[in-house]
């Protein structure tokens, strides 16, 4: 099955710097990758997807890039706030109804 | 989008006991997903619920344990048998509708 792997687990940026979170996929059959915001004790949202006929998506200071041939693909935070500050999620699936797989989870921290 | 909602919000169980879980989604879907998110960590699927049908259980997840029904394409329910404090976590329910939408989540503590 589908196998997610998520880095880094934690990362502290200042404000209005850039974040950058990666994830590999192993099944080349995904073709669905987004990404979730999960504050804390409070829902997964989904902030950006992609899925694998376009190479990027930008969502104004969120933006999603995958590389399909090397099974990654990453999430891209300009301009950070504190409200920025979560825990993120990327997922791959294989479209239509099947599973969808998650990676470890990122804790972003934006420090003012 | 969809709107999800899982109730109850939190509850304060005995080991031994169970608890059903409710989910109701705003519209119909074909699948719906059942997670389990320990504090701090990842979402893992415990089960996909397909209407009419048995649901799909992941590895290390049973159905003895997880009973769940899908009476329609709107509603699912997630049982928590014979409860012991390891099952203490935060049960979310999930839906697709071109992209995939979770509940609130459901707190669980077990005495």
């Known amino acids: 099955g589908e196998n997610v792997e998520q880095h880094p687990s934690t990362l502290s940026v200042q404000e209005g710097d850039s974040a950058v979170i990666k994830c590999t996929y192993s099944?080349?059959?995904?073709?669905?990758f987004p990404w979730y915001k999960q504050e804390l004790g409070k829902r997964p949202q989904l902030i950006i997807d992609?899925?694998?006929?376009?190479g990027e998506k930008k969502d104004q200071r969120i933006a999603v890039t995958l590389n399909k041939t090397a099974k990654h693909f990453s999430l891209h935070i300009t301009e950070t706030q504190p409200e920025d500050s979560a825990v993120y999620f990327c997922?791959?699936?294989?479209?239509?109804?099947?599973?969808?797989?998650f990676g470890a989870g990122t804790r972003l921290t934006v420090k003012p | 989008s969809a709107v999800i909602s899982q109730k109850p919000s939190r509850d304060i169980c005995q080991r031994g006991t169970s608890l059903t879980i409710q989910c109701q989604v705003d519209?119909?879907?074909?699948?719906m997903f059942w997670y389990r998110q320990q504090p701090g960590q990842s979402l893992t699927l415990i089960a996909t619920?397909?209407?009419?049908?048995?649901?799909?259980?992941e590895s290390g997840f049973v159905i003895d344990k997880f009973p769940i029904s899908r009476p329609n394409l709107t509603f699912s329910t997630l049982t928590v048998s014979n409860m012991s404090p390891e099952d203490s976590s935060i049960y979310l329910c999930?839906?697709?509708?071109?992209?995939?939408?979770f509940g609130p989540g459901t707190r669980l503590l077990v005495l």
């Open positions: 992609i899925r694998s006929n376009v």
């Open positions: 519209s119909q879907v074909t699948m």
């Open positions: 099944d080349s059959a995904s073709n669905y």
């Open positions: 997922a791959a699936s294989i479209g239509g109804n099947n599973d969808m797989r």
């Open positions: 619920a397909n209407q009419g049908s048995e649901a799909t259980y």
């Open positions: 999930s839906a697709r509708r071109e992209t995939q939408y």
